[in-house]
């Protein structure tokens, strides 16, 4: 394997956004930023077919146009069968002082970063010759309530990554807005959009604190976007297991609550709320407990009433001290730090934001699904064997 520590590694940009106009502002302005910055681009709107359109542009000319087979239903298959090869390729090259990997409308950037970070291509590692410089979504403040609000599908606007993709709109856009660290918003062009446009910006701030946030066409963008990119922490940010969830705040109409119990909930009367409470906030996540699944951590993931809950593992009081080094530290240290005698780390916690939020309303439903002190007192053995009303949410039927 050739020696790569005195190489230069061409530094990389990727650029999610839901919304077009806005995307591709953000691409033209960082390609225009003289660095001799080239665009790389594919298209997914024959995804449904299983192809995709790969196009490379720089401040001149539109050139390496190719159609790459989506193998398997796959769209990061084709990115890492035909993307890293171009990177690596560009990097090569080494005509060029910045790549833009601009993403197709609904891609979630946390996979593709993952990919370009470490991937492979022949005997060479991308992290060998590339550098993850930033991750910037382009999003458009007055339409971002809007879009976290329905639940329009992906397929339905022409925007879904693969056949198979059965995302919606606002689970794109939420997900897009919290992997990246960079927001790129347009400047205010009307006074009369004044107030939509301050609780857009409330909930961008809401959804992700630690986002820095870029105007574009003041210059600010590019600076932004070449501050560098932590993918393991970016990852970290992302897990349900151990993400920190956003502070409570109330700001331009948007507040965001958080909702900390310890005891465990029960299935069926949680399950029988869902009509209520995930149309109650245009975004909630987190993690919780179900009293006859006591040994699981679940992921609590909505937006635009549409509600995924996945499993994240064991939690740690459900395991012996000897397996406790399997797992991250920042997961051990949380756990420890917030350790209950009876419930050990295993906590209900979950955030809910939305414009005109009913906190108070979604306090008391969801305390009213908590076990009672009867309910509580009938320990592990009568939890258990409570319905399973969470069987078809967490192993459904394809």
């Known amino acids: 394997m050739p020696d790569t520590s005195d190489e230069v590694k061409l530094p990389v940009v990727v650029v999610a956004g839901l919304h077009e106009s806005e995307r591709r502002k953000a691409v033209a302005e960082l390609l225009d930023g003289g660095m001799d910055a080239v665009v790389l681009h594919h298209d997914l709107r024959d995804a449904s077919l299983g192809m995709a359109h790969r196009e490379l542009r720089d401040t001149e000319s539109r050139f390496g146009r190719a159609t790459v087979p989506l193998t398997n239903d796959c769209p990061c298959c084709a990115l890492r069968v035909d993307l890293l090869p171009e990177l690596l390729r560009i990097a090569e090259a080494g005509q060029h002082g910045l790549a833009i990997v601009e993403l197709w409308g609904g891609s979630d950037p946390h996979p593709a970063v993952e990919l370009i970070a470490g991937g492979e291509v022949g005997d060479r590692c991308m992290h060998e010759v590339v550098e993850l410089a930033g991750v910037v979504t382009a999003v458009d403040p007055l339409r971002v309530i809007g879009g976290l609000s329905v639940s329009d599908e992906l ?79 970016a990852r970290d940010r992302v897990n349900p ?100 005698p009876l419930h050990g780390d295993r906590v209900q916690q979950l955030s809910f934001t939305a414009e005109g939020l009913d906190a108070d309303g979604i306090v008391e439903l969801l305390d009213s699904c908590l076990l009672d002190d009867d309910e509580l007192a009938a320990g592990e053995p009568g939890w258990r064997a409570l319905p399973d009303a969470f069987e078809e949410l967490l192993n459904p039927v394809s």
């Open 241 to 340: 297991a151990i993400s920190l969830l956003p502070q409570e705040h109330d700001e331009a109409g948007v507040a965001t609550m958080v909702w900390e119990r310890r005891r465990p909930l029960h299935p069926t009367r949680l399950y029988e709320a869902l009509e209520l409470l995930v149309p109650a906030a245009q975004r909630s996540r987190g993690r919780f407990w179900i009293a006859n699944r006591p040994d699981l951590m679940l992921a609590w993931d909505a937006a635009g009433a549409n509600l995924a809950v996945e499993e994240c593992g064991p939690w740690l009081a459900t395991l012996p001290d000897s397996v406790w080094e399997l797992y991250p530290p920042a997961r051990r240290a949380a756990a420890a730090l917030d350790w209950h």
């Open 155 to 233: 397929r339905e606007l022409g925007l879904h990554t693969a056949a198979r993709d059965e995302r919606t709109t606002a689970e794109a856009l939420a997900h897009q807005i919290e992997y990246a660290t960079v927001l790129a918003v347009p400047r205010a062009t009307r006074d009369a959009d004044a107030f939509e446009r301050r609780a857009g910006l409330s909930m961008l701030g809401q959804l992700h604190p630690t986002a820095r946030r870029a105007r574009l066409g003041t210059g600010e963008l590019l600076r932004a976007a070449l501050g560098g990119f932590d993918v393991a922490a």
